[in-house]
């Protein structure tokens, strides 16, 4: 799930040596903080420790290490604006060694951002999910039509990642009661009357993490009068994003929508943001 841990057991199944750098301190204004992990090859690179000088050093340190110039383990202080001019001020202490069996069982599992059921396979799904292909979460895709389902990431052969998980049922809504508590969910299908079935059946679950429904404000409006006739919580409908995406992203093209609809579910996915997330966003279609 982890995709730069993933990559790391790869490399070791095929017998690539690469050295591993972590972040083992960080003091002040830093640009990633204690734990990140990135992987130097002789001649590739996996993961990111924060780019600029300090990650040229760190590559360098590393292929040095590889090269047998430098004992590993090793670690080295770094003072981000005595030692490499950058304007960060702050300081990190980085953590260099071999790619081996021990480094990969050191290596933690971090959970996912969010564990997403999405909800519609057309132009805006499609474009969601490839917004969220890079991102650490989890995404069950699910849609009735099987053959709206992309075939390949790019259109060029290249497979989906893992944890974008296709989906294809018949009772689409039945899915909802499958969702981890504290799921996100995103409904966005070609049809309003199973748009309304998946919402009241989220709604009345009730313990989602973040709900969010594409369409306009007259599109909630009408929603949400359906909702207090049927006898939902006010609470939970209130809670609903509808329309979808952060405020200040303007546009309609599916691939703008999804910038917008992915930064939200990221701030939704921030303890200290989380309540912010959960107002309705700007984005109507």
């Known amino acids: 799930m982890d995709r730069l841990r ?60 590889l090269a047998g110039q430098a004992r590993p383990p090793l670690s080295v202080h770094y003072p981000l604006g005595p030692a490499l001019g950058q304007c960060c001020g702050g300081a990190v202490t980085l953590g260099f060694a ?32 490839r917004a ?8 069950d895709w699910i849609d009735e039509r099987e053959e709206e389902f992309p075939a390949s990431f790019d259109g060029l052969g290249g497979p989906w990642p893992a944890h974008i998980r296709r989906l294809c049922v018949d009772a689409v809504e039945a899915e909802v009661a499958t969702a981890p508590p504290g799921a996100y969910y995103l409904v966005l299908t070609h049809q309003h009357d199973l748009d309304l079935r998946i919402s009241e059946a989220i709604l009345r679950r009730g313990d989602f993490g973040f709900f969010g429904l ?13 909702f207090e006739q049927r ?15 952060i405020d200040g992203i303007s546009g309609k093209e599916p691939e703008v929508i999804a910038v ?10 921030d303890p200290g943001r989380a309540h912010a997330a959960l107002r309705p966003g700007a984005v109507a279609v």
């Open 6 to 65: 993933d990559t790391a057991a790869a490399w070791l199944a095929c017998g690539q040596r690469a050295t591993v750098v972590e972040v083992l301190d960080a003091r002040g204004s830093v640009p990633r903080g204690a734990g990140t992990r990135m992987l130097v090859g002789a001649s590739d690179l996996a993961g990111t420790i924060g780019g600029g000088h300090l990650e040229l050093q760190a590559i360098a340190q590393a292929r040095a290490l």
């Open 231 to 245: 006898g939902i919580d006010p609470a939970a409908i209130a809670r609903m994003a509808c329309p979808i995406g």
């Open 98 to 129: 071999p790619l081996d069996a021990a480094a990969l069982s050191a290596w933690p599992l971090v959970p996912p951002r969010f564990h997403l059921q999405l909800y519609g396979a057309g132009h805006v799904g499609r474009a969601i999910a």
């Open 260 to 269: 917008a609809v992915a930064a939200q579910l990221v701030r939704a996915s």
């Open 214 to 226: 594409i369409g306009s404000k007259t599109k909630r409006n009408r929603f949400v009068h359906r």
């Open 132 to 139: 969220l292909a890079p991102l650490h979460c989890v995404v």
